[in-house]
């Protein structure tokens, strides 16, 4: 490719849909990072599987298929540790590898050709303007979700136990949180496919906490190197011709990395 | 916004009251058979050894746990239905869970947070919750670390912020579980102190301890727990030798200073 890769419309498609996403992983990966809850994000992840396998046979839509599939696997996930019937890891655990497991099952069934690498590994460059409407409306959706709830999020994710004992509606947040966290990650799956997904939720909020012990100068590192891993993982891919989720991937885990070297907390 | 009507408890309804409350984990019974009233203005010690099941009882009267039997209520209601009454209800954690965390909040912010339930959903503070932050942040002795990063506090100074996140909801009902776990003598009476001053402002104060000795001379009232209820009342009715050797089995010693009932719990040395 040469050196004017930038001006055609499907590179520019994905730079701004990786803008989006960069946005979402790493406000809602902030709050993930700080509850902890990196492993619900990658169990997530994989049950999109699943749900993608879902939507194929019925010939739904597959992404929101796998949006509606997932945030049903969160809850339930919610639900259980919520009862104390097992703990988050074990419970992610099992539910993942079922969800991915009935995908695998669905697909043997299906017997088509359809493009899984895609799913698995993300199909950046293949970003339509129907993706991108559909980014815009779930950016501005969480977004405003985020910006309302700002500080009964934060509560949540300080002292769960002490929201629920003055009275914050902390069952509903914890599960609104968990569709979030959900809803997220899927998205994230187009750019750089659901094996890598968690990623992009984990390593921008990990980089901030290394840089600043104020929350809201916090969430904006975190944004804008999710949103930089993205810019920059794509222009990389493009001009060095390697696989685009993978390398979003490693340039994010580059900020992680000279983060807790010049780490200042 | 709720109606005046709402935010009002009945003056003569108890505190908190537990009816043949037993409590377990799956087929371990850890609380059995425990009825226990605390009127509201009281100031109540639930004394016992470790592994007694203080912290049990205190999660149940906050509606954390679910009892296997009996009946609690918070101001006259089950904690299911206290709704917005839980505003007033202030709790000091032990062993906070977001200790390990390199939690991005400062002092202030942490203590902000008992304003929430008051505040409400989606709305932001306004200039009388953060003079009721500044306030309780004087109260327990903390205005200087206000903008110092919840992380790099100390044990005792974090327990004094919790203190004062409690304190900011102004509550009715402040419930401390272990608070002078790992605290030095001087904290622990300025503590004690404190907790005096709002049982005489009217505030009721339940606190879980396994210290019997200083606080039994603060309070007026005391639950003595060994998996059942062994005895509560006033203070000097109940802190007997028999109470405390039922409760602490031979290690307690109970001992008179003049007219002054004083108890201390002596761990058997071997020489």
Redesign the interface.
């Given at each position: 490719m040469d050196l004017l890769w930038w001006t055609y419309p499907f590179v520019q498609r994905a730079i701004i849909g990786g803008v989006l996403i960069g946005l979402l992983t790493a406000w809602v990966g902030t709050f993930v990072v700080l509850r902890r809850m990196a492993f619900m994000g990658a169990g997530i992840g994989h049950a999109a599987f699943g749900g993608v396998a879902v939507g194929l046979l019925l010939g739904w839509d597959p992404v929101l298929t796998a949006t509606g599939f997932c945030v049903v696997v969160a809850w339930a996930i919610t639900v259980v540790v919520r009862r104390g019937a097992l703990t988050s890891d074990t419970a992610i655990g099992i539910f993942f590898a079922a969800t991915m497991a009935f995908g695998v099952l669905l697909l043997g069934m299906l017997q088509t050709t359809t493009d899984l690498f895609g799913y698995l590994f993300g199909s950046v460059l293949a970003i339509g303007t129907a993706d991108l409407r559909l980014l815009l409306v779930a950016v501005v959706a969480v977004g405003a979700v985020l910006v309302a709830l700002h500080k009964e999020f934060v509560a949540l994710a300080f002292d769960a136990e002490y929201a629920r004992v003055t009275g914050l509606p902390e069952p509903l947040l914890d599960y609104l949180f968990a569709a979030l966290v959900a809803i997220t990650v899927v998205l994230a799956i187009k750019m750089v496919g659901l094996i890598l997904a968690s990623a992009l939720l984990v390593i921008p909020g990990a980089t901030a906490l290394h840089l600043s012990r104020d929350f809201r100068t916090l969430l904006g590192i975190a944004i804008g190197v999710g949103v930089a891993s993205m810019v920059l993982g794509l222009g990389a891919s493009l001009v060095w011709n390697t696989p685009p989720g993978a390398t979003i991937v490693l340039v994010a885990t580059g900020f992680f990395v000279l983060s807790w070297v010049f780490r200042r907390v | 916004m709720m109606g005046d009507a709402d935010l009002m408890i009945p003056p003569d309804v108890p505190a908190i009251r537990l009816e043949n409350v037993t409590v377990g984990y799956g087929k371990q019974v850890v609380l059995e058979d425990v009825s226990l009233t605390i009127p509201q203005g009281a100031f109540w010690a639930i004394l016992g050894p470790n592994a007694a099941g203080k912290t049990t009882l205190l999660r149940t009267m906050?509606?954390?746990l679910v009892p296997q039997k009996g009946k609690v209520e918070i101001f006259g209601r089950p904690p299911k239905q206290?709704?917005?009454?839980?505003?007033w209800?202030?709790?000091v954690?032990q062993h906070?869970?977001?200790a390990l965390?390199?939690?991005?909040?400062?002092a202030y912010?942490?203590v902000m947070?008992?304003r929430?339930?008051h505040?409400g959903?989606?709305r932001?503070p306004g200039p009388e919750d953060h003079e009721h932050v500044r306030r309780a942040l004087k109260r327990v002795d903390m205005a200087h670390a206000a903008q110092k990063?919840w992380?790099s506090l100390s044990g005792g100074e974090r327990q004094r912020i919790l203190m004062a996140?409690a304190l900011a909801?102004q509550p009715r009902l402040l419930l401390l579980d272990e608070p002078t776990a790992g605290v030095d003598v001087a904290a622990t009476q300025s503590l004690y102190e404190l907790l005096r001053e709002l049982h005489q402002e009217g505030m009721t104060v339940v606190v879980v301890s396994h210290d019997v000795g200083v606080i039994a001379q603060y309070v007026n009232g005391v639950a003595c727990l060994n998996r059942r209820l062994v005895a509560h009342g006033r203070p000097e009715e109940v802190l007997t030798q028999e109470t405390l050797e039922t409760m602490y089995g031979c290690e307690a010693v109970f001992l008179h200073h003049g007219g002054v009932p004083h108890m201390v719990v002596r761990r058997h040395h071997k020489p």
């Open positions: - | 906050l509606g954390l206290l709704g917005s009454w839980r505003r209800i202030g709790y954690p906070h869970q977001a965390v390199r939690f991005p909040l400062r912010d942490v947070m008992g929430y339930p505040i959903l989606v932001r990063p992380f996140r909801a």
